[in-house]
């Protein structure tokens, strides 16, 4: 079936669904099912019928991936498999700090998954966050509440995370999305976690041999 043979057969309700939830892909790229109610009723309404979506987006090179064990439905350009040519979802650019929170967002969320959470809200501390920086040696990230509040936000837009509270409050907490697993390629991650482990050596050896000259100097 084309698209015009889909939308005929639609109700009323169903294209005022479709519309919205294409808006919703288009916008943020991903459909999480248990965000709150209205992405749960997209999913389920994408999920059980995704052809008519699959057909839709063609037109402009994109794709949907629906992952029922994660609850995630993920537009994806057709053009852009990765590396690894696994599944992944579409691309933005991101600057260097930003790219570095996602990665340690990535990796918390992948520590609560291997550790037996099984959750469908996996809640993490700005503590814990902050703890997850220190390892890349991002100290501005954790002394800049303003800059991380932003960058959280972004990817609060994109449905990877949810801020409940706010960023600097005892009680504030970071809901993770299953969709972050989505959000970098592994292979990738890795090479980032390396180069960015490389830079951090390399400046704590220029420190060291600072600090050695002014020794020699006094």
């Not at 892909?25 to 965000?35: A, C, E, M, P």
């Amino acid at each position: 079936m084309n698209m015009e043979e889909y939308w005929s057969d639609y109700t009323s309700a169903e294209k005022d669904l479709f519309q919205k939830s294409c808006r919703r892909l288009l916008k943020s790229t991903f459909i999480v099912r248990d965000k709150d109610e209205e992405n749960k009723r997209a999913y389920y309404f994408v999920s059980k019928k995704p052809e008519p979506f699959t057909a839709y987006f063609s037109y402009i090179g994109f794709d949907i991936i629906v992952d029922r064990d994660n609850g995630v439905v993920m537009l994806r350009n057709c053009a852009d498999l990765g590396e690894s040519g696994k599944i992944q979802s579409n691309r933005i650019a991101l600057r260097k700090v930003e790219s570095v929170v996602l990665c340690c967002l990535w990796t918390l969320y992948a520590e609560r998954v291997r550790s037996g959470s099984l959750s469908q809200s996996i809640l993490i501390s700005v503590v814990d966050l902050n703890f997850e920086l220190e390892k890349y040696g991002v100290k501005e990230l954790i002394d800049n509440k303003k800059l991380i509040t932003d960058i959280l936000g972004l990817f609060a837009r994109f449905s990877l995370v949810e801020i409940k509270g706010k960023i600097g409050d005892a009680d504030c907490l970071i809901r993770l999305y299953p969709s972050l697993q989505f959000a970098l390629d592994v292979e990738e991650f890795s090479k980032f976690a390396e180069n960015t482990q490389k830079r951090m050596l390399q400046k704590d050896g220029e420190a060291e041999r600072d600090e050695g000259e002014n020794d020699a100097d006094e």
